[in-house]
T-cell receptor, first 112, second 115 residues
Framework: KQEVTQIPAALSVPEGENLVLNCSFT??????LQWFRQDPGKGLTSLLL?????REQTSGRLNASLDKSSGRSTLYIAASQPGDSATYLC???????????FGPGTSLSVIP | DAGVTQSPTHLIKTRGQQVTLRCSPK?????VSWYQQALGQGPQFIFQ???????QRGNFPDRFSGHQFPNYSSELNVNALLLGDSALYLC??????????????FGPGTRLTVL
């Protein structure tokens, strides 16, 4: 049974700092891994998707890496801004027709 | 492209009542999944619909049922509401299938409060 964990549960950093969010999954046989952002009480916004054959994806100040063999993914946020404050969730898909399993999320607060 | 839409935005019900939530997928998507998200937790998978059939189901009781229509839109029905059913209900759509990205897109959610 796939289980997804995220560390840390919460993080508070000063504006401008670079930071790393961690995601771990127990079953390395995945189809893809997706990182999402969620603002309080809102839906999920897709940030980055990494397919199983890829090692990383980049979008602006965000970079996500994937190491299937160790069951880990990291989301790197460069030069953090107060607008980055939100909960970040990672989710894994086992096969193309399977359900998506989410981690509990990391709550990020960027202090001006 | 309107993306994934959900209605209503908010809903207040009392224990024992029944509720229906609605979702329209992103244009071109054929697979709809429903999730329940309690405060402070990650979304929990309820079920997934493809070609009007329930294809996958999470660990939710039979009080939770759904439907997918020929235009790929979907409904989530919850009977005999309990206080513990209070949550944000999220709908996600994608085009499922081998070889594709299978990137999920989420709607804004329906906030259900059971009193």
């Amino acid at each position: 049974k796939q289980e997804v964990t995220q560390i840390p549960a919460a993080l508070s950093v000063p504006e401008g700092e670079n930071l790393v969010l961690n995601c771990s999954f127990t079953d390395s046989a995945i189809y893809n891994l997706q990182w999402f952002r969620q603002d309080p009480g809102k839906g999920l916004t897709s940030l980055l998707l990494i397919q199983s054959s890829q090692r990383e994806q980049t979008s602006g100040r965000l970079n996500a890496s994937l190491d299937k063999s160790s069951g880990r993914s990291t989301l790197y946020i460069a030069a953090s801004q107060p607008g980055d404050s939100a909960t970040y969730l990672c989710a894994v898909l086992k096969t193309s027709y399977d359900k998506v399993i989410f981690g509990p999320g990391t709550s990020l607060s960027v202090i001006p | 492209d309107a993306g994934v839409t959900q209605s209503p935005t908010h809903l207040i019900k009392t224990r024992g009542q029944q509720v229906t939530l609605r979702c329209s997928p992103k244009s071109g998507h054929d697979t709809v999944s429903w999730y329940q998200q309690a405060l402070g937790q990650g979304p929990q998978f309820i079920f997934q619909y493809y070609e009007e059939e329930e294809r996958q189901r999470g660990n939710f009781p039979d009080r939770f049922s759904g439907h997918q229509f020929p235009n790929y839109s979907s409904e989530l029905n919850v009977n005999a509401l309990l206080l513990g059913d209070s949550a944000l209900y999220l709908c996600a759509s994608r085009t499922a299938g081998a070889g594709g990205l299978n990137e999920q897109f989420f709607g804004p959610g329906t906030r259900l409060t059971v009193l």
